[in-house]
Structure formats: C-alpha cells, structure tokens
C-alpha cells in the first residue's frame, strides 16, 4: 500500500485525549493538532520529541487536516500508528495472492455484519473452499527487542471478537485471527499477557475451538507499508 500522497516529518510534542497529537512540522516549524488514529495505549510509542509523519487532507469537511501515520523508534525504523490502515494493507496483499494461506477465494468483502452487532474486517468467499473469517489486529508494542506484543491495553472489544471467530468455526467456516506486526524492527511475535490476561485466555481457547493465528510482518516507511512475511511465534 502506497501513501495517496506524501508524509510530512514532524516532531511529536504530546498525545492527548487519545486521539490528538500536538506535532512541530520539521520543515517550517508550525505546530499543529493531528488527528490520532489509535484508541490503545500506545505503550512503548508516543515519545516527546520522537520524530512522526503526518499526512495532510485537503477535506474541507474534517475537523483536523493533519493525521498522525508513522513514528520513528530510535534506530529510525517506522512504525505505523494508525489503526485504520491494517484492514486494506492485508485486504490488498489477499486481492494480489501475496498471502498463500488466504489465497484462492473468489471474493472478498470488507466491513460484513456478523456476531453481535459486529463487523468482520475481511470475508472470503468461494464455492468450493466456503467461508473464511479474517480477523486483523495492527501490532506496535515491543518491550523486548526484537518481540512485537499484543495487546498494548486491555481489550474487551479483542476477546469479544475471538469469541465470534470460534462460532464461526463451529459452524463450519475458517476463522483466521491476522496480526499484523507494523514495524519492521520486529522477527517475534508474542501476547501481551500480562497486559490483558483475559485476551490471552481468550486466545487460547479460540485456538483450541480451531481458530487459526497469522502473523505478519511490515516492511513500513513514509512512502508505504508493505506486507514482507510471516514470522515467528513464541510459545
């Protein structure tokens, strides 16, 4: 997925309210408001002075015309903060058989009702393989190097959604829980269990009722991300 139009480099001063970021752009040294797209915690992110990108919207209708993308970790690497953008990154790899083990169905819809009162990201649909489910999560936390975590905050919505994802299984469809690693500084992938003990548990119950996990790693920068494999899972 390639950004629609150019990021612009900033530097972070505060997140607020969870949804406002106050940002100094580098090149003319504004400060404006970005709009956040990430309800978590952010846990390990949202350094002061940590160096971010902000794409800008000429929508007269917004409230906000900049929003927050990518922060940069240390070691320069990026990694993508906006929550609205795993859905169509993994939609997109799928539509162009980039991902084998979602391969092979005749169509694809975002956004369909199921559950209770809830919303798949992805159904794949085909006469001869049926039904498959697909769950994505976009994963920033690392605390270890190397290790990328979910969640990075409890997550009530995340478990409800692992308990839909067993039902569809039960009902004889595939469920597919797809954790999208949006930094490319991480080749492990773990849950975050000490932050949400019942995700955890969740997880390995839908495990056990057949769900399956994929986890994928992002080659991600300020001119577009890019799903580069699966990785690793630690036990």
């Not at 794409?55 to 940069?72: M, T």
């Not at 975002?110 to 976009?138: F, H, M, Q, T």
């Not at 991480?186 to 019942?198: E, G, M, S, T």
Request: proline share 6%.
């Amino acid at each position: 997925m390639r950004f629609s139009t150019p990021l612009v480099a900033g530097r972070l001063l505060r997140r607020y309210k969870r949804f406002l970021a106050d940002v100094v752009i580098e090149a003319t040294g504004e400060e404006v408001v970005a709009h956040c797209a990430n309800s978590g915690s952010m846990l390990s992110l949202a350094r002061p002075d940590a160096r971010v990108w902000l794409q800008k919207s000429d929508d007269p209708k917004r409230k906000l015309a900049w929003s927050w993308i990518l922060e940069e970790t240390p070691a320069g690497d990026c990694v993508c903060i906006d929550t609205s953008r795993p859905n169509a990154i993994v939609a997109e790899a799928i539509a162009l058989g980039q991902i084998p083990a979602l391969a092979g169905f005749a169509t694809l819809r975002r956004e369909v009702k199921y559950g209770k009162n809830s919303r798949i990201d992805i159904l794949l649909e085909d006469p001869a393989k049926g039904r498959c489910w697909v769950e994505v999560k976009n994963t920033t936390l690392s605390r270890v190097p190397g290790l990328a975590e979910f969640p990075d905050a409890v997550t009530t919505r995340g478990a409800k959604h692992l308990d839909e994802l067993s039902a569809r299984v039960a009902m004889g469809d595939r469920a597919v829980m797809v954790y999208l690693v949006n930094r490319p500084d991480c080749d492990r992938f773990a849950l975050a269990a000490d932050v949400d003990p019942a995700y955890a548990e969740g997880w390995r119950e839908a495990r056990d009722r057949g769900v399956e996990r994929l986890v994928l790693a992002c080659a991600t920068s300020p001119e577009g991300i890019e799903i580069r494999a699966k990785i690793a899972v630690d036990p």
